[in-house]
């Protein structure tokens, strides 16, 4: 068992070139990889109520099964549990998550069931500083869940060694220089809202719009970026309705980060943007 620590940041398609340029400018050559993924659960979804996600990636060198679960004590969603097997085939062996302490009286390993699956493309980097090793993937794809399909634009960012505090200090530089959203959100959280019809912020423990966003840019210690807040309102003039128009405006207006993205009305619009 391991503690996976990463941070996620979206952005628009639209960048994704310019972004992937400038990180093979700074840090060489990425390893490029397609990836696909199967996840797996019970009927009634006993995982995803747990917020726990069981998958079987598929990648160039074979297969891996993998178990994450979340980190008791984690307060701002950068921190997981995970567990991971090796595989010959693509098949779940259930029979290896009888090594977890408890899995069997909880989720009984004869109902899982594939429910959903993710497909990316994934760019990677090894950064190795003084104050730490980190790993950096842009993936860019697609979720496929209920019939419905997630784009999957986003920029991962792992711990390997060092401490947390470089790694969110390297983040920000990357979120002043672009604009980039952090978003806490994993894929299978996603898929899993998709699956239900829901909106996956209700879900979440400190949700109130896209609060929990805001407190993650106060956690890297940003002040809202004029850049970012400009970018977003050229999405919202594309899209949005004119009400909502007005409404980011004044929030931009005011230099107000933390209200423009608390705005219920903004979070249920990218809500429904997002899916497709």
Sequence with gaps: ????????????????????????????????????????????????????????????????????????????????????????????????????????????IQELQPQFSTEFVRQQWQIEQPEGHWELALDQGQIQ???????????????????????????????????????????????QALLAGTDPWASQPMNQGLLQLVRGYYQLQLKPNRQQLDAWLQTLARFAPAELLIEAQGFAQQQDLAGYLESPTFASWLWQQEVR
Aim: a negative charge; hydrophobic letters at 35%; proline letters at 7%.
């Design 145 to 191: 869940a209920n019939g419905q399909t997630l784009l999957i634009c986003e920029l991962e960012v792992e711990l390997k060694a060092g401490e947390m505090s470089a790694m969110q200090s390297f983040v920000g530089q990357w979120v002043q220089q672009w604009p980039l959203m952090l978003f806490p959100l994993s894929k299978a959280a996603r898929a």
């Design 1 to 108: 068992m391991a503690i996976e620590r990463e941070i996620k940041l979206s952005l628009s398609p639209s960048l994704l070139g310019q972004l992937s340029a400038s990180l093979k400018q700074s840090y060489g050559t990425p390893v490029c990889l397609d990836l696909s993924n199967t996840y797996y659960d019970s009927p009634d979804q006993q995982l995803a109520k747990a917020k726990m996600a069981l998958r079987v990636r598929k990648h160039p060198d074979g297969y891996i099964q993998t178990f994450k679960r979340p980190l008791p004590g984690d307060t701002q969603g950068f921190e997981r549990l995970e567990d991971e097997w090796q595989l010959s085939q693509p098949q779940l062996q259930p029979e290896l998550l009888t090594q977890l302490e408890g899995w069997q009286e909880q989720w009984p």
